[in-house]
């Protein structure tokens, strides 16, 4: 059974993680708790590790299908931010109480889902040009730190920044936050090692299921509607914060 429920966790991730670019991590870290039993802490870091090879295989299948929607400069400018954060996020993990971790996050995904949805509504207006690098390196940090905090891939705060504030549109942030996920995961998983945050043995049947997931969500992201996929995500995200703030 266990094997199972891995196997379709790995799936899920894989599919969210291409089809809306944010790592997958918001279904697999509380999939890993609830249905697998795992503790807060061993469930991130063990999420990070898995999402790496659905990232790749998702940037691949978007660039097969459609190429050009990777900004690879603005990816640049996150990744070097992120690969910062996501030091200081894996070391800050031991130093905070489970509950108040699954507290957190919680108030994390209600904010980023209600907004998403439309619920929560702030003026937006887009970087200029010359302004957004800075910028960029700050979104990275905040992204690598809450990567290896939640083990979520950090896309869950890179897709939607990039899309309000940065001017890209969703397929262009999918693809772009699906290379900073790539790297700020790699830079969290060996963190997480460290710490012994890993289960090595249950990534054998996660990781194939979320490659199979990525190629699919792929093809879904380049058919449905950007408004469609931001409901979607949001409307997960809501889920999970309440599923989170409840244990």
């Not at 799936?11 to 291409?18: D, P």
């Not at 890993?32 to 999420?47: E, P, R």
């Not at 939640?150 to 699906?178: A, D, E, K, R």
């Not at 963190?191 to 879904?220: C, E, Q, T």
Request: charge should be positive; hydrophobic fraction near 60%.
């Amino acid at each position: 059974m266990k094997r199972i429920k891995s196997l379709l966790l790995g799936f899920i991730t894989g599919l969210f993680s291409a089809g809306l670019g944010i790592g997958g991590g918001i279904c697999l870290v509380p999939g890993l708790m609830f249905l697998v039993g795992y503790g807060i802490k061993k469930a991130m870091g063990t999420s990070l590790i898995a999402i790496v090879p659905a990232a790749f295989v998702g940037i691949i299948a978007h660039y097969i299908i459609q190429p050009g929607n990777v900004k690879l400069v603005i990816a640049l400018f996150v990744i070097i931010g992120s690969i910062t954060g996501a030091r200081f996020g894996a070391a800050l993990i031991n130093k905070i109480s489970s509950e108040k971790l699954s507290k957190l996050f919680a108030l994390l995904l209600l904010f980023v889902g209600l907004r998403l949805i439309g619920i929560i509504r702030m003026p937006i207006e887009p970087l200029s040009t010359g302004a957004i690098y800075p910028w960029l390196v700050v979104l990275g940090l905040a992204s690598g730190l809450v990567s290896a905090l939640f083990g979520i891939g950090g896309g869950i705060i890179t897709v939607p920044v990039l899309y309000l504030f940065f001017g890209l549109t969703m397929l262009q942030t999918i693809n772009t936050s699906l290379v900073v996920v790539l790297f700020t995961t790699f830079a969290g998983s060996i963190f997480h090692r460290k710490f012994n945050n890993i289960d090595i043995g249950l990534i054998k049947f996660l990781v194939p299921a979320a490659l199979v997931g990525a190629v699919i969500g792929a093809i879904v992201a380049n058919l449905l509607p950007a408004d469609t996929l931001k409901i979607i995500l949001g409307v997960i995200v809501v889920l999970c914060s309440i599923r989170f703030w409840r244990r």
